[in-house]
């Protein structure tokens, strides 16, 4: 019984060991390409063969040469232009007031009264400003002032221009040099004089507190008439010009350039829109908040 029950265990064993598949293929045998199958459908099977890529490199290059040949017979629609002439634009000066005879009638026609009431109203107004100043610091006695009114700012511009044309350094030679005799200073006292340029203001007062958005706000209400007064009398032709442009100035300002080897070598830099030497129009120009 035992000896039979040993025999018929080793039996079953090889019969088993007979029975379990070899996973390891047979050399002779061909090995088929593997398959590539999408994920989402399992029905579809394609298979990557070197015909198929040989079919679709055929195929891409068929595609090219198509589309050769059909931009190659494409035409290109020609539209006819339409007949459009443009003549020449010269500079053109629009018709003056009857009233312009003398060169001091082309001078108002920029520094109109507009001006001058502007320049009366923000002196005086600096002056009371600075006088209630001193008032309330207690710093020192505030100097004495008498309201500027039309006549003398028209003046004091007038004395401006003449100081400028001649370029003495000493102002007050104006008036105490003998030996020139300057026609013009007779008109005003040194002291007045001195005086309205101590309190000449082209702005309002503008207090410490309040923010400046533009650096050149004090000479915003002059440049503004004069930039529409330029832009009024004259019409630009076709061919102009926009270049930089120096305002002479020596004091102490942080907008202020330097540039060496020009007829004004320090000042203000302007951009200027000009056309037959005429400045049409302008913009500020500051090395450290526009350019």
């Known amino acids: 019984m035992e000896s039979h029950s040993d025999s018929d265990t080793s039996s079953d064993s090889e019969c088993g060991s007979d029975l379990e598949p070899d996973n390891e293929p047979d050399e002779d045998e061909d090995v088929q390409p593997e398959r590539s199958m999408p994920p989402d459908d399992d029905e ?4 990557w063969t070197p015909a198929d890529q040989l079919k679709a490199q055929i195929d ?20 006819q232009k339409l007949p459009r002439e443009w003549p020449l634009r010269p500079f053109d000066i629009r018709t003056l007031p009857n009233s312009v005879q003398d060169p001091i009638h082309y001078f108002e026609l920029f520094w109109t009264p507009e001006v001058f009431a502007i320049l009366v109203e923000n002196t005086n107004k600096y002056a009371q400003f600075k006088e209630a100043w001193h008032r ?33 350094s000493n102002i007050e030679s104006y008036w105490s040099n003998r030996l ?5 200073m007779e008109h005003m006292t040194f002291y007045r004089f001195e005086q309205i340029k101590r309190y000449f203001h082209v702005s309002p007062p503008s207090l410490p507190s309040q923010s400046k958005s533009q650096w050149y706000m004090k000479l915003s209400p002059l440049s503004e008439v004069l930039r529409h007064q330029f832009q009024a009398y004259v019409v630009l032709g076709q061919n ?34 000009c056309d037959h030497g005429y400045t049409w129009d302008f913009l500020w120009y500051s090395r450290i908040s526009s350019k």
């Open 240 to 273: 102009v010009s926009f270049d930089e442009m120096m305002v002479p100035f020596t004091g102490r300002s942080q907008h202020t350039l330097k540039m060496k080897n020009k007829p004004v070598s320090e000042g203000f830099k302007i951009w200027a829109l």
């Open 180 to 184: 020139t005799i300057h026609k013009p």
């Open 60 to 79: 891409h290059a068929c595609l090219l040469q198509l589309h050769q040949d059909i931009k190659a017979r494409a035409i290109t629609p020609t539209y």
């Open 136 to 168: 309330e610091n207690c710093t020192k006695k505030s100097r004495w002032w008498k309201a500027v009114n039309l006549y003398e700012m028209r003046i004091f511009i007038a004395l401006l221009i003449y100081i400028s044309i001649n370029r003495n």
């Open 44 to 47: 579809y099977e394609t298979f």
